[in-house]
């Protein structure tokens, strides 16, 4: 941490801080809020004072682990600036054409660093801005409208959204399936976790609808089916307390595939969450306590989506955005096969590479999204 305690309170920022990130925007307060305050817990933590008192240790701890990030890439921002400005003034007062030739080149590689430091330090300001820094999710997929093409196109999202999940890195795991005879999923749900996963996902909740001719049409003629997916972040065991006596939980036969263990087995869990009325199902593991580890896990997640929507909803009262509100029955997407075409009506962005898209080609969509939101939440322009 020396070179942030080095900068210290008083340091004045050269042209390009104010170029990327704005010395008057929302973001650059934030960032020096944030920076100050991770600065004086620092010093806090050296108090013998402070040091005596265990239950702020452990308070002041937390805080400077939720800042930290912020603080040391913010720091390093600012140090690029001082870079940036001592080149700068080099190349002015400097006559030697050497010299010159050399600032300039320093110049150059100093401001591709910076530029791609503000974009980072953007991210993380609007992560948490956003409620989208939840280093892990929880995704439900269930087929709407159209029978069997409906949870085909089901499992194509899950396949698609499975893809993208290994290209970025995150880890992936299943909580519980139900399949249908021809393959697909009448509902799914699975969780990932891993660096950006909810800044890239929040925007999949909604309903999504495919236009192809499926595999049971014998005349070629293109259907229209739909899936809803819902996109929970997985909060700490410390952000929601669940009381046992608020929750029934009962014991059932495992369904779908499996071969007879399944048939003969009670491993199956509900877990019904009384004062809210929210019902888990979980029958994907041959063991009933991993079922009931995982059907917690949904819970807490289902009532962390509560709270936040409760949240979101008086937040945002006299604001709503394009992006829309993740309502499980707003229509977000379309995906037409015969045209190679993915269109996301929320921000009028159409592209025709679905094949690379269903393969889990999503970043595009993903940053239009998250660029759109971004402008949005903290004004750019």
Not at 51 to 74: H, I, M, P, Q, S
Not at 257 to 265: D, F, I, L, S
Request: hydrophobic fraction near 35%; charge should be negative.
């Amino acid at each position: 941490m020396e070179f942030l305690e080095s900068l210290g309170s008083g340091f004045s920022y050269s042209q390009p801080f104010g170029f990327y990130l704005g010395t008057c925007s929302p973001v650059f307060e934030k960032l020096q809020a944030d920076y100050q305050r991770f600065l004086e817990i620092e010093r806090l933590l050296l108090d013998p004072e402070v040091t005596a008192n265990v239950a702020r240790v452990t308070a002041l701890a937390k805080e400077r682990g939720t800042l930290a990030k912020v603080a040391v890439d913010y720091g390093r921002y600012l140090d690029l600036s001082r870079q940036i400005a001592e080149a700068e003034s080099l190349f002015a007062t400097e006559t030697d054409p050497a010299m010159r030739s050399y600032a300039v080149g320093e110049l150059e590689g100093l401001r591709k660093q910076h530029a791609a430091e503000g974009e980072t330090l953007r991210d993380l300001i609007y992560d948490r801005q956003a409620g989208a820094d939840h280093a892990a999710l929880i995704m439900e997929i269930r087929a709407g409208t159209g029978g069997d093409e409906a949870a085909l196109f089901a499992r194509d999202l899950y396949e698609m959204y499975r893809r993208f999940s290994e290209n970025m890195g995150w880890k992936f795991e299943v909580m519980d399936m139900e399949p249908t005879e021809l393959g697909g999923f009448r509902e799914i749900s699975f969780s990932l976790a891993g660096e950006g996963v909810f800044r890239h996902l929040q925007f999949e909740s909604g309903g999504h609808r495919v236009q192809r001719v499926p595999q049971t049409e014998t005349q070629g003629r293109i259907h229209t089916s739909a899936a809803t997916v819902a996109v929970l972040p997985e909060p700490e065991d410390v952000e929601i307390d669940i009381r046992t006596e608020d929750l029934q939980i009962d014991v059932m036969r495992s369904g779908g595939p499996g071969g007879q263990h399944q048939n003969k087995t009670e491993s199956g869990v509900r877990i019904t969450h009384l004062p809210s009325g929210l019902v888990v199902n979980c029958r994907d593991e041959r063991s009933q306590h991993k079922n009931k580890t995982k059907a917690m896990r949904i819970l807490r997640s289902r009532l962390f989506d509560q709270i936040q929507e409760r949240a979101r909803s008086q937040r945002d009262h006299a604001r709503r955005t394009l992006i829309g509100s993740g309502d499980r029955s707003q229509r977000i997407r379309t995906y037409n096969f015969p045209q190679n075409r993915v269109t996301d009506h929320r921000i009028g962005l159409t592209l025709y590479n679905l094949d690379q898209v269903i393969q889990g080609d999503l970043l595009a969509l993903t940053r239009a999204l998250i660029n759109h939101d971004r402008r949005e939440q903290l004004g750019d322009s």
